[in-house]
C-alpha cells in the first residue's frame, strides 16, 4: 500500500489513456444513435438535436465524472492508496435510446399530425425531454436515499427481466434492423464487435476494439457508397455548421413537464433501473477494492442527470458497470476527468456533433444491439436458476410494445384502419389488436409486476405475490399499466367510454381475480417437512 501524499498524488498515469477512448467511445456511440435515431428515422431537424440537445446532456457526462474523480481522489487521500479507480459515467444506453425511440420520436410524430411544423414540433419535443430529464432526476434523488430498500421489495428477476425484455426487443431487433439496411457495412461491423467483446479475439493494432470497428465500418460505408457499390440510399451527410453553444440553465422545462404524464410508465420505470443499476456497480467497484459509498454513488449521478435536464439534455446518465474493467486498464482519476472535458466541452464547441453526423447508422445500430444482448444474457445470468422463467416472463410485454410501434406507424397502417381493427371483434374475447395494445401499454411495469408475482409464487410467497397484483390492478385502474389509450396514456376510470372502459375492468378484474384465488390458496396449512 502506497502512503504518497495526496499533493503529489499524480493526477494521470498511462492506464488512464486506455479508460478515456474506451468511456469516450461508449458515449460517442450513444449521442450518435440518438442523433441518427432521431434525425434519420423520425426525421427530426438536425439543428435542434445539436444545438439544443446535445450541448445540455453532454454537460451533463461533465459534472458527473468531474464528481466521480473528486470521490477518487478523495478515497485515494483517505485511504493512502494510488490504485483506486474511479466510477465511470456516461449516458445510459437503454433508457437513452428508449427516449429516442419510445418517447422524443414518437412525440414528434405525433405533434406533427396535431399540424405543428416541423421546427416548432422539435422544439415542444425538446421542452418534453428536458422535463422527462427532471422527472427522471427527482426520482434518483429521492431514491438514492431508499436504494437498498427498492431492491428488498422488487426482485432481481422483476428488475432485469423488465429491462431484459426491452433490451431484447428494443434495443436488439429493433437497430439490427438499421444495421441490416446496408447489409455489408452493419454485418462486418457487428461482427468485428462480437469479435473483440464476445469472444475477446485478439488485434494487430493497440486500439480499443469498438473504435477499430467503427473506422472499419466507417470506412466501408463511404468507400462502398462513392463507388457506387454501397446500399440503396447513400448520401454523404449535409454536414451541420459547427456553432458555440452554452449549456445555460433554462425553464423550458417547465413547459413540457404536462406533455410528460402518458410517457410516466416508461419514465419512472428509467430512472427506477439506473437506482438499482447504480446499486449493483457499487458493489462491483467495492469488490474490486475500492469502497464507495452507494449513496454518493447515486446522488452523483441523480445530480448529473438534474443538471442536464436544467441545462437543456434529454438523456440520463449513469455508472457504468465495467469499472473493474477500467481498474485492470490500470486507469485511475484521470480517465473520468479527461472524458468528461471532452464530452462536455465537445458539446458546447459542436466537435461533438461533427463526431456523430459522420458516423452512419449501420456503424452506430450494431453497438446498441449488442448492448441489448449482454443486457438480455444478464437478467438471466443475474438471477437465480429457479426464477429464470420468470425473467422471461418479464419478456412478454415488450413483444407487445414492439408490435405497438410498428402497428401504430401510419404508414403501415391508416389511422381509420388502425381504429377498426381496434374496435372489431370476431366474438371470441377482445380485439386481437386492442388486445396487444393493452397489453404493451406500460410494458416495463407490467414487466416489474409479472415477475415480482412469479418469483413470489416460486418462493412460497404468496401473500407477496397477492400484494404485487394487487398493485397491478390499482395501476391498471389508471392506465399506468395496460392504458387503453392507443398512445399509452394515463385517465381516470370514470371518463372511459364503452369498449375502451370494457377492456379496462376485464384487465383489472383478471389481476383482482388472480389475486384473490392466491389470497385463498396461502390459507392453506403448511405441509409439514419430511424426514
Not at 464528481?67 to 490504485?83: E, F, N, P, S
Not at 419510445?102 to 425538446?126: C, R, Y
Not at 479527461?338 to 461533438?352: A, E, N, P, R
Not at 453497438?367 to 437465480?384: K, N, R, S
Request: hydrophobic share 55%; aromatic share 10%; glycine share 12%.
Amino acid at each position: 500500500m502506497s502512503s504518497t501524499p495526496a499533493h503529489t498524488r499524480r493526477w494521470f498515469v498511462a492506464g488512464d489513456l486506455n479508460g478515456f477512448f474506451g468511456l469516450v467511445v461508449d458515449n460517442l456511440s450513444i449521442l450518435g444513435f440518438i442523433a441518427m435515431a432521431l434525425i434519420g428515422i423520425f426525421g427530426f431537424p438536425a439543428e435542434v438535436v445539436y444545438q439544443r440537445m446535445f450541448p445540455g446532456t453532454a454537460f451533463g457526462v461533465l459534472v458527473g465524472n468531474l464528481i466521480y474523480t473528486w470521490m477518487a481522489r478523495r478515497l485515494a487521500t483517505k485511504t493512502g492508496r494510488d490504485d483506486v479507480t474511479a466510477m465511470p459515467l456516461g449516458l445510459d444506453a437503454p433508457t437513452s435510446i428508449g427516449m429516442a425511440l419510445l418517447v422524443l420520436g414518437p412525440s414528434f410524430v405525433a405533434l406533427k399530425q396535431q399540424g405543428m411544423d416541423a421546427q416548432a414540433a422539435a422544439m415542444a419535443t425538446w421542452q418534453l425531454g428536458m422535463a422527462s430529464l427532471i422527472v427522471m432526476g427527482l426520482l434518483k434523488l429521492v431514491l438514492s436515499f431508499f436504494g437498498d430498500a427498492v431492491t428488498r421489495i422488487v426482485p432481481r428477476a422483476g428488475l432485469l427481466g423488465s429491462i431484459g425484455g426491452a433490451a431484447l426487443t428494443l434495443l436488439g431487433f429493433l437497430p439490427l434492423i438499421e444495421t441490416l439496411r446496408s447489409p455489408i457495412v452493419g454485418f462486418v461491423t457487428f461482427g468485428l464487435l462480437l469479435y473483440v467483446l464476445v469472444a475477446k479475439g485478439r488485434l494487430p493494432v493497440k486500439i480499443p476494439g469498438v473504435l477499430l470497428a467503427f473506422i472499419v465500418g466507417t470506412t466501408l460505408y463511404y468507400g462502398l457508397g462513392l463507388a457506387g457499390l454501397g446500399a440503396p440510399g447513400f448520401a454523404v451527410p449535409q454536414a451541420v455548421p459547427l456553432a458555440f453553444t452554452l449549456p445555460l440553465p433554462t425553464l423550458g422545462f417547465l413547459e413540457g413537464l404536462p406533455a410528460t404524464v402518458p410517457y410516466l410508465p416508461l419514465l419512472l420505470p428509467f430512472g427506477l433501473l439506473m437506482v438499482v443499476g447504480g446499486i449493483n456497480v457499487s458493489e462491483s467497484a467495492r469488490a474490486a477494492g475500492d469502497d464507495y459509498r452507494t449513496r454518493d454513488v447515486l446522488l452523483a449521478e441523480a445530480v448529473s442527470t438534474l443538471v442536464a435536464g436544467f441545462c437543456g439534455g434529454v438523456a440520463q446518465t449513469t455508472p457504468y458497470i465495467g469499472q473493474p474493467a477500467y481498474k485492470h486498464m490500470g486507469a485511475r482519476s484521470g480517465y473520468t476527468l479527461l472524458t468528461g472535458l471532452f464530452i462536455g466541452l465537445g458539446g458546447m464547441l459542436g466537435y461533438v456533433s461533427g463526431l456523430v453526423q459522420w458516423l452512419p447508422l449501420a456503424v452506430l445500430a450494431p453497438i446498441i444491439v449488442y448492448v441489448g444482448l449482454d443486457i438480455t444474457v444478464q437478467a438471466f445470468t443475474e438471477t437465480p436458476r429457479k426464477h429464470a422463467i420468470a425473467v422471461a416472463l418479464g419478456f412478454l410485454p415488450s413483444i407487445a410494445y414492439l408490435l405497438n410501434i410498428k402497428f401504430g406507424n401510419p404508414a403501415w397502417i391508416a389511422p381509420d384502419r388502425f381504429a377498426a381493427l381496434y374496435h372489431g371483434t370476431d366474438g371470441r374475447g377482445l380485439p386481437d389488436l386492442a388486445t396487444i395494445v393493452t397489453l404493451g401499454n406500460g410494458f416495463i411495469i407490467t414487466a416489474m409486476i409479472w415477475t415480482t408475482a412469479l418469483v413470489a409464487m416460486i418462493d412460497g410467497k404468496l401473500r407477496h405475490a397477492v400484494l404485487a397484483l394487487l398493485v397491478g390492478a390499482g395501476l391498471t385502474l389508471f392506465g399506468f399499466i395496460h392504458s387503453v389509450d392507443p398512445r399509452g396514456g394515463i385517465y381516470l376510470p370514470w371518463d372511459l367510454v364503452e369498449l375502451p372502459k370494457l377492456i379496462m375492468w376485464q384487465f383489472f378484474g383478471a389481476y383482482l381475480a388472480l389475486a384473490v384465488v392466491l389470497g385463498l390458496l396461502s390459507l392453506q396449512k403448511a405441509e409439514p417437512e419430511r424426514l
